[in-house]
């Protein structure tokens, strides 16, 4: 089966931690997307990426890091600079040579002990 | 990136067909008009697309008027999982291009 798949599901970190979040894709797509969401909240996005080894910021990249090595691989890295992690964050995909439907993965809800 | 509007929430019941109105004022000649919808702890999944006049499809249909300032998405007979956070989008259709995720209208259905 072709789609998103992201982990863990939830995860947590300590004060000081950084922490790392998977997303992979099997639908060959070019484009992928980091997008945090908080309670009762729109999406808000972090980093993406159009092609493999580049990458944006977006609106809210400061406290998060990203890698784009494989095409299929866009992990987010939520590092200690990020005061306020507590959230839920969304990776998506798109084959941006064709309309811009995006394609979600299951979310991982990050919380703070 | 042109701005859209949506009421903040709806609420309908089981049966009736809803519509929930998109504002985008600034629209470009090349935007397309896209709608997401989202159900708790998930992440958004595609419902429709559509650049002029009318779409539709198996879920639901979009309306653009001759202006393309607003358009509107139609649920028909809508039932109890339905209820989701429904999301207007305005963009290119081409080129590999972020797009913004605005509040969107919660779709609260009643039995």
């Known amino acids: 089966d072709g789609g998103i798949t992201q982990s863990p599901k939830y995860l947590f970190r300590k004060e000081g931690q950084n922490v790392t979040l998977s997303c992979e894709q099997n639908?060959?797509?070019?484009?992928m997307y980091w997008y945090r969401q908080d309670p009762g909240q729109g999406l808000r996005l972090i980093y993406y990426s159009q092609i493999v080894n580049d990458f944006q910021k977006g609106d809210i990249a400061e406290g998060y890091s990203v890698s784009r090595e494989k095409k299929e691989s866009f992990p987010l890295t939520v590092t200690s600079a990020q005061k306020n992690p507590t959230a839920f964050y969304l990776c998506?995909?798109?084959?941006?040579?064709?309309?811009?439907?995006?394609?979600f993965g299951p979310g991982t809800r990050l919380l703070v002990l | 990136l042109a701005k859209t509007t949506q009421p903040i929430s709806m609420d309908s019941y089981e049966g009736q067909e809803v519509n929930i109105t998109c504002s985008h004022n600034n629209i470009a000649t090349n935007d397309y008009i896209t709608w997401y919808q989202q159900f708790p702890s998930q992440g958004p999944r595609f419902i429709i697309q559509g650049y002029k006049t009318k779409v539709t499809n198996e879920v639901a249909s979009l309306f653009i008027p001759a202006d393309r300032k607003s358009s509107t998405l139609s649920l028909p007979r809508v039932s109890l999982s339905d209820t989701a956070v429904y999301y207007c989008l305005v963009g290119p259709h081409t080129g590999r291009r972020a797009l913004t995720f605005g509040s969107g209208t919660r779709l609260q259905v009643q039995p």
């Open positions: 998506a995909s798109s084959n941006g040579a064709v309309q811009e439907t995006q394609y």
């Open positions: 639908l060959n797509h070019d484009a």
